[in-house]
């Protein structure tokens, strides 16, 4: 017999494809609480929301006549017409959540709105109302929801720990405090505050009350426009480093979203600035047409897709780029660093540099007690150099951010860390150290610059340069090269010779399986080009997709070879060139295999040191 079922069952069953867990009530509560104009939330829960989770919001407030409607099934205040669907601006719309929670749980809702006298005490349980009755309670809406599941034993069996429940609600709640900064935000859970921000819209304060991490202090701030996108948010500089993506938030237009794409922009904006298998930290906001997005609707699902993910890639490594480049940016030796030591012992103090600067092992303390062979030596620059640069590397260098744009907004910032481009004209040149270190002033600092690294970068951005320059400088060689390869990769003919052509090379068929060179790029030399060109036809016959890393990656090894070695000595004048040849570059605060090549010291952070201040 075909009966239609009564709404209690219907609700259920229609309860149990939107609220899977606590986590979804959480959601739902506080994204209503958030539509409703609101500008402070509290939310508690307990047992990970299984018994207990309260939202209190200081918004509108729903009028006493309302409250009950506003637990029907498709019931809701934002849409009107199926017009209205194109246009939302609301998280909520379907009008389904207080429907659906209400008919798995003991749902209580105390609310009032602005004009009306007195507030609304509503009760239902599994769907029913128990009561409906006026009582005494400031302006806006809180929910208070019990016993999850109490009437679906099916359901409540799928349930996790309450940890596992908990840490997905912390998750969120940290998210939507990050997405929306504007409003303060309170989160206790099992009687403990977790966090609660202050409301004021300043970003880079809702980072540090939400994660009461102190390094994320020195978070620089990315605000960087291209096409009509926007990125902005916070990123940690190349010295705080993680070993995984876990601390990296993406938010497209207000939602946070996993995105393959937004990672790939990020790899390439630290690209040179971090060895493979770090991970930076980041809080990264794209602004974007949402008509040019494809977001899930799917309420649990936050893939997003973007219809130009070239154009989000460039946005987003730019605008690192350009955050990089920033005063800001310049990794500083920190007193905290400096351990305490007894004025009486004559300590040798050395600063260690920050813990997850790419080469981990920087000098550390001498302990007076210690035989100075038991100090950490710093790693040998063989051995960094021996990291597979292919990985880090692995497509063009960005022809992005040839130069600093200023954001359109001033940035806000609590710590106001200073933001203007790093300013080359105001450093003085004092000398070097053991031939290796070229050491500096400004007003503000006292700076150590690697001359190996720091000529490494001159000159890898000179050759870099050359190769994407539209003009190649080419040079005839007197006898042409000739190279054998594989028939199939003169088959392929089309794949690679465009590029080799616009690297500079004149070559072509030779008969058989021969090919003829009969100019190269003047950046290189006859043995270089010959090796080149080799590597470059076994890499296209791989499938030809990392030719541009064999490019990227000879480039690189002809900057580390070309440069000064770390023990040559240089006269005042050549560190003053070298200096100024830094400055025009564009990447000038590290080497091009990530290591950096300044470190600052501040002066407030030397008078730290000698505890002046
Ligand atoms: P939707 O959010 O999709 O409209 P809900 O079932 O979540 O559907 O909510 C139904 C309606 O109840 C909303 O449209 C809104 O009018 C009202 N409402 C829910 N929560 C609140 C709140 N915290 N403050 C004010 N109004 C609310
Ligand atoms: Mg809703």
Redesign the pocket.
């Given at each position: 017999m075909i009966r239609v079922l009564d709404k209690i069952v219907a609700d259920k069953i229609a309860a149990g494809e939107v609220i899977e867990r606590p986590i979804s009530i959480v959601k739902?509560l506080v994204e209503?609480?958030i539509?409703?104009g609101a500008d402070s939330i509290i939310v508690e829960i307990k047992k990970g929301g299984k018994t207990y989770i309260r939202v209190t919001?200081n918004?509108?407030?729903?009028p006493d006549d309302e409250a009950e409607t506003?637990f029907l099934r498709h019931?809701?205040?934002?849409i009107t017409t199926a017009k209205d669907l194109d246009a939302i601006e609301t998280l909520?719309?379907?009008?389904?959540?207080?429907?659906s929670i209400a008919a798995v749980t003991h749902t209580e809702l105390i609310?009032k709105t602005a004009e009306s006298k007195s507030g609304v005490r509503l009760l239902i349980h599994g769907g029913e109302v128990i009561s409906n009755g006026k009582t005494g309670c400031p302006d806006g809406?809180t929910f208070v929801i019990t016993d999850l599941f109490y009437n679906t034993p099916a359901r409540l069996k799928f349930m996790k720990s309450d940890s596992a429940e908990s840490s997905q609600i912390i998750e969120f709640m940290s998210m939507i405090a990050l997405a929306f900064p504007q409003i303060r935000f309170r989160f206790i859970n099992n009687g403990n505050i977790v966090f609660s921000t202050t409301g004021q819209g300043d970003l880079l304060s809702t980072i540090l009350s939400v994660y009461k991490l102190s390094e994320y202090k020195d978070l620089v701030p990315v605000d960087f426009s291209s096409f009509g996108n926007r990125v902005t948010g916070y990123i940690s500089k190349p010295s705080l480093s993680r070993t995984s993506r876990r601390n990296q938030v993406f938010f497209v237009n207000g939602r946070v979203v996993s995105s393959k794409v937004i990672e790939k922009g990020v790899n390439e904006g630290y690209k040179e600035r971090l060895f493979e298998g770090r991970f930076p930290v980041c809080f990264l906001f794209i602004h974007t047409n949402p008509e040019k997005l494809d977001v899930n609707i799917h309420p649990n699902k936050k893939e997003v897709r973007f219809d130009d993910e070239h154009e989000i890639i460039n946005l987003v490594s730019a605008g690192i780029v350009n955050a990089l480049l920033r005063n800001s940016a310049v990794i500083e030796a920190k007193a905290k660093d400096v351990k305490n030591y007894e004025p009486q012992v004559k300590a040798i103090v050395q600063t260690q540099a920050t813990a997850d600067m790419p080469k981990a092992d920087a000098p550390k303390i001498v302990e007076p007690a210690e035989p100075v062979e038991n100090v950490k030596k710093a790693e040998p620059i063989e051995k960094a150099e021996q990291v597979d640069i292919k990985q880090i590397l692995s497509s063009k260098p960005p022809r992005v951010a040839e130069k600093v744009i200023e954001p359109d907004r001033p940035l806000i910032n609590i710590d106001a860390p200073v933001n203007k481009p790093f300013d080359f004209d105001n450093l003085n040149p004092t000398g070097a150290i053991f031939n290796t270190y070229i050491t500096a002033t400004d007003d503000n600092g006292f700076y150590l610059i690697d001359q190996h690294a720091a000529h490494e970068r001159v000159f890898y951005e000179k050759l870099v340069g050359e190769y994407l320059a539209d003009e190649k400088p080419r040079q005839p060689i007197l006898t042409p090269i000739i190279i054998e390869t594989a028939p199939s990769v003169i088959e392929m003919k089309e794949e690679w010779l465009g590029c080799l052509e616009e690297m500079g090379f004149d070559i072509d068929e030779f008969g058989g399986n021969s090919l003829v060179v009969r100019e190269i790029p003047t950046f290189m030399s006859m043995l270089e080009a010959e090796n080149f060109v080799r590597e470059y036809l076994d890499s296209a016959a791989d499938g030809g997709k990392t030719v541009n890393t064999v490019v990227v990656n000879k480039l690189i090894t002809k900057s580390c070879k070309a440069a000064i070695k770390a023990h040559d000595h240089l006269s005042i004048a050549e560190i003053e060139s070298l200096l100024n040849q830094l400055k025009a570059c564009r990447n000038p605060f590290s080497c091009p295999h990530g290591r950096p090549t300044f470190i600052r010291f501040t002066k407030y952070e030397i008078e730290k040191m000698f505890k002046r201040v």
């Open positions: 739902e209503n609480s539509d409703s919001d918004g509108c407030g729903i506003a019931a809701t205040s934002k909520g719309f379907r009008g389904e959540a207080l429907a609310t809406t």
